[in-house]
């Protein structure tokens, strides 16, 4: 059974930030102009996005940090090869499967570089995830 101080608090919350930060570089600075494109819409570097835009994101990131710390907790994941795996294995099956299936819809005119890009952040976020929670 797991018990949750079996789960560092400290290993999320950096884990948090780092898939955040990760996302924040992603979809401005790295893939900015190819997800507007995704999107069709003109890039804009110098839009400021809605609150929502920043929170939601944070906050979804925790969740998923939360998920991959009990995975890990749960599976007896200890070394840096066994949390690679999980994030790769979570990152594919879940995360960027998920996004490419989502974005598979006619209000995205340009769904299968949708999928490339935020289904390849995904796949990052959460192999920077389990690494993160590797070193707690």
Do not use: Q
Request: proline share 5%; charged share 5%.
């Amino acid at each position: 059974m797991l018990n949750f101080s079996d789960i560092s608090w400290i290993g999320i919350i950096a884990a948090t930030v780092a898939s955040f930060m990760l996302g924040g570089l992603w979809f401005t600075v790295l893939l900015g102009r190819a997800y507007s494109a995704a999107l069709g819409r003109a890039h804009d570097p110098g839009a400021r996005p809605a609150p929502l835009m920043i929170a939601g994101p944070a906050a979804w990131s925790l969740v998923t940090a939360f998920a991959t710390a009990v995975l890990m907790a749960s599976l007896g994941i200890e070394t840096l090869s066994g949390a690679l795996g999980l994030g790769l294995f979570v990152g594919i099956g879940y995360l960027a499967a998920t996004t490419v299936n989502t974005g598979i819809n006619p209000n995205i005119p340009n769904p299968l570089l949708y999928g490339a890009v935020s289904g390849g952040y995904h796949l990052a976020a959460g192999l920077v995830i389990a690494l993160v929670l590797s070193f707690f």
